[in-house]
């Protein structure tokens, strides 16, 4: 089958590989893909906004399936194109895909499922905000409806900071329309878990637990990140996870299937894990990144023929290899408010053992045809092993073999779970 991946950071390398070390898979090509992923895949420059030069390039060279990794493609509508062309998509469509694009729409949908999730209110000025924010307790929590690269939540300790927030969102437009309105909720305490399945708008199978680190230092101190690290997979208590299930899952399944919306990929739920239980943080409509980048490699069997089959609605069951797998970041300086781009790599970046190898998320090649930073999560170092300890310890003496001034890097992933 000849597959196409629609992205091009770190995530999609994963993609990309799980496709490549699949038996059904005969081509593997991304769009726009990267310097980095051209080693594994054809890479093509076609503007995904462009309906006309979409139908000829999926015309000329007739995939089996499209996997769309980033939201941002399914939020313009990019299922909906290819499904009418009669192409296989893996990928929600526009109208499912609300459920990451829009705040409101998610907690909505929350609501109408009857899942547990914080107490919220919608917000679109800075005079409501601050009425609304007499119902909830500090911190206040505030979140721009529409999509902001991760950068669209403000966890506010004191009115005056939710102050400036609501002002920086709604008066001075810092995010742009994705700030027009924006939800207010109560802050949760406890610990997060990303609840990933792979489902078909009524049936779901469960993909392994994974444990993001989204701040940038050590002790998970320093401004949020996309996500500096995940291992895989994370045992939680077995009566937590049949409730996730009862409480989060089976809702969220049901409501889905009455909505009628068009799902066919990877649901993305961020659960709080609070005293009094799980209660649900966010939706994404795709895979996380840098969770995909150790759950893929985890899977006993063929990605190609289980996202071929998703594409058409059928869910193939899936079993688990008895491996345990580490993805430590390692980002440019800056990141990730001001990432430099153009920073020499030294190493070897093809460097692989059997047990650890690179991804390639922020790489490129300077004119000089040389490896440079490319973007603020630069190269993704995997390690596996038979345990969580072997996998730690092969990936950061995989991400040993490279360096570059100013390389940021946790020294502590999957340290909480050792
Ligand atoms: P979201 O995109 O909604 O998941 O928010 C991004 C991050 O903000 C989450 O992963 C949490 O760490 C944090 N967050 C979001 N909502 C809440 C909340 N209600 N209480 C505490 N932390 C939150
Ligand atoms: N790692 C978090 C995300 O992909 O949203």
Request: charged share 20%; aromatic share 6%; with cysteine.
């Amino acid at each position: 089958m000849r597959f196409l991946v629609l992205g091009q950071g770190g995530r999609e390398h994963a993609i990309v590989r799980a496709l490549k070390y699949s038996s059904s898979v005969t081509e593997i090509h991304a769009c726009p893909g990267s310097d980095g992923i051209s080693r594994d895949a054809i890479c093509h420059q076609v503007d995904l906004t462009d309906a006309k030069a979409v139908e000829s390039f999926v015309k000329r060279h007739q995939f089996d399936c499209v996997i769309v990794g980033p939201e941002k493609y399914l939020v313009q509508g990019i299922s909906d194109l290819l499904r009418s062309l009669g192409v296989n998509v893996v990928g929600p469509s526009q109208a499912a895909s609300q459920l990451e694009g829009s705040k409101i729409f998610a907690k909505e949908f929350m609501v109408g499922a009857g899942v547990p999730t914080a107490a919220y209110e919608v917000v679109s000025d800075v005079a409501g905000t601050l009425r609304a924010a007499q119902k909830f307790t500090p911190p206040y929590v505030l979140k721009a409806d529409g999509l902001a690269d991760g950068k669209g939540v403000f966890i506010c300790p004191t009115l005056p900071e939710l102050k400036t927030a609501a002002e920086n969102l709604f008066e001075k437009k810092t995010l742009g329309m994705a700030g027009q309105s924006a939800v207010l909720e109560q802050a949760l305490h406890g610990f997060e878990l990303s609840f990933l399945v792979l489902t078909n708008g009524h049936q779901a199978e469960r993909l392994p637990l994974a444990q993001d680190h989204k701040r940038l230092k050590e002790g998970d101190e320093g401004p949020n990140t996309g996500g500096m690290g995940v291992v895989g997979p994370v045992k939680v208590d077995s009566l937590l996870e049949q409730r996730i299930e009862k409480e989060i899952i089976e809702p969220c399944l049901r409501h889905l299937q009455g909505t009628g919306l068009l799902y066919r990929g990877v649901l993305y739920i961020g659960i709080m894990v609070t005293p009094e239980g799980p209660k649900v943080l966010e939706f994404n409509t795709r895979f996380g990144d840098p969770e995909a980048q150790v759950i893929l490699p985890q899977l006993e069997g063929d990605w190609g023929y289980v996202f071929s089959k998703l594409g058409n609605g059928e869910l193939v069951p899936l079993k688990w290899k008895s491996v345990h797998v580490a993805c430590v970041v390692l980002a440019s300086p800056g990141y990730p408010s001001e990432p430099k781009k153009g920073v020499v790599i030294e190493g070897d970046l093809g460097t692989q053992t059997s047990s650890s190898y690179f991804l390639f998320a922020g790489v490129g090649k300077s004119d000089q045809g040389q490896w440079v930073t490319n973007g603020g999560r630069v190269l993704n170092s995997i390690g596996l092993g038979s345990d969580l300890k072997e996998a730690v310890q092969a990936a950061y003496s995989q991400a040993k073999s490279v360096k570059w001034q100013g390389l940021q890097m946790r020294q502590d992933i999957g340290k909480n779970q050792l």
